[in-house]
Structures are given as C-alpha cells and as structure tokens.
C-alpha cells in the first residue's frame, strides 16, 4: 500500500498508522495505571484515599509504566519479541480473567499474581538464555510448541497459591458483587448457601444459567468469523474448492449461532 498508493491516500494510510499506533498506547497506559490505583493502591495500600490522591497515583504511575515500557522497547530487537511477549503474557493471565467472574475466592491479590508471574516470566523467556536451555530441540528437555502451556500452568499455580494464602473478599464485597453482576454457577454456591442460612436474598434473575449458551455462541462465532476470512481468501486466490467449503462451514456457524442467541435472549428475558 505504501509503494502503490498516490500521495492523498498514502496521507490517509500514515494518519490511520498514527492512530492506530496512540490509541494502542494510551489504552495500555490507561488501562495498566487503572489497575494499579483500583486494584492496588486502594484496595491494599490506602482504602479511604480521596479522589484526588488517586488521581495523582494514577498519573505517577502512568508516568512510570511509560517509561519502563520504553526502556523494554528499546531492549527489543524486533517487534515479533513483543507481540510473542504480549501472547505470552496473555497466555498467563487468561484463565484468570476467566475465572474471577465464576470463582468467589479469587482476590485481588489472585489477579496481581498471575500479572506479575505472567509478565516476568515472559520477560525472562525473551531476554534471557532460559528459553534457550529449556526449548531448544538439541539440549533443551521440552518441545517448542510447550512454552505456551508451561506459561499457562506456572502461572496458575503461583495465583493459586497466592489465592490460598491470602484472605478471601469480605462476605459483604462479595454479597455485593453478586447481586449487582449476578454470576451463577458452582463456583459462587458457598456465597449463596451463606447468603441463604443468613436469611439474604441475592438472586434476582430467575431462570437457567446462560454462560454455556454463551460459550458456545462464542465458539460459534470463532468459526463464523475465521471461515468467512479464510473462505474470502481463498476466492481471492481461485482456490474454489477450498472457498466453498469454509463457505459452507461459515453458513451452518452462522444458522446456529442464531439459533443459540434466540436461546440466550429468551433465558436473560
């Protein structure tokens, strides 16, 4: 594009890069100082901060992961080391994200874990000769493809014993939650049976639970989306064959991903 475009759409393109390239930073930035005053600073270092006071952590430490990020930046020789960072560091904490909305005993000390293990462990694995000694298919003792489910199992461990070790949320903050989101699920029944035994009503929905309805709509949805890529590819391409199979598979996704959502809206109504 860059090569082929004249000069008024080649300005578009590079003003869209720009764009593209700050609002990726700043949701980053934001998104990382937002944790640090809600998750941390407020919730373990000064509960009854006032607004202002969370406004000045929040900008400090803005500040501060701008320039550790720019200092990790510079470490880098290429921008595939970041992107194998940012999936690995995904990887970690995944399962957590997941979990804390279905499981009353994660804490917020759950989550700073897995961050922090996650994130150092794929500074380690990029930086460092460990990668090396651990994955490579000469003298390391585990294949390539198992620096993903390593990550993944490391880092549930670390939060795991974390959430073990540390005091779950008070029953009100939890009580709180639930009634306010309304998880369901195995994972919140010792909060209701709680609940319950001190006479507090906190479901308000009535009805099955829709999470796997959800699921499987965003399966789904998975195959809707990389079918209808991949078969619009391969039309490109003249590759028919292929493009009106992935077409087919896309059309029986899509009948059934609105069979599921009718399911999932009648259950939240």
Not at 95 to 124: H, Q
Not at 158 to 183: C, G, N
Not at 211 to 233: D, K, Q
Request: charge should be positive; charged fraction near 10%.
């Amino acid at each position: 594009m860059l090569t082929k475009l004249p000069s008024g759409l080649l300005g578009l393109v590079l003003a869209s890069l720009v764009a593209a390239y700050m609002s990726t930073i700043s949701t980053h930035l934001n998104w990382g100082s937002s944790y640090v005053v809600n998750d941390f600073y407020k919730q373990q270092i000064d509960p009854n901060a006032s607004e202002k006071k969370l406004v000045m952590v929040g900008r400090l430490s803005t500040v501060a992961l701008m320039i550790l990020s720019a200092l990790m930046a510079l470490a880098l020789t290429n921008a595939l080391q970041l992107f194998e960072i940012i999936v690995m560091f995904g990887a970690g904490t995944g399962l957590i994200f997941i979990l804390r909305w279905f499981w009353w005993r994660i804490n917020a000390w759950s989550e700073i874990t897995a961050m922090f293990s996650s994130g150092i462990i794929s500074i380690l694995l990029t930086f460092t000769p460990l990668a090396e000694l651990i994955f490579n298919p000469e003298t390391g003792f585990l294949p390539g493809w198992a620096k993903f489910p390593l990550i993944v199992f490391t880092t549930t461990l670390l939060w795991l014993l974390a959430t073990y070790l540390t005091a779950p949320e008070d029953s009100q903050v939890l009580r709180a939650f639930y009634k306010k989101i309304q998880p369901g699920g195995p994972g919140w029944r010792k909060v209701l049976i709680k609940a319950e035994t001190d006479k507090v009503s906190l479901v308000t929905e009535k009805g099955p639970w829709s999470v796997p309805s959800g699921i499987l709509a965003i399966l789904l949805g998975l195959v809707l989306v990389y079918t209808a890529l991949f078969a619009t590819g391969y039309f490109i391409y003249g590759q028919y064959l292929a493009a009106f199979i992935l077409t087919g598979i896309c059309a029986v996704a899509g009948l059934l991903l609105a069979r599921v959502w009718k399911k999932i809206k009648v259950t939240i109504l």
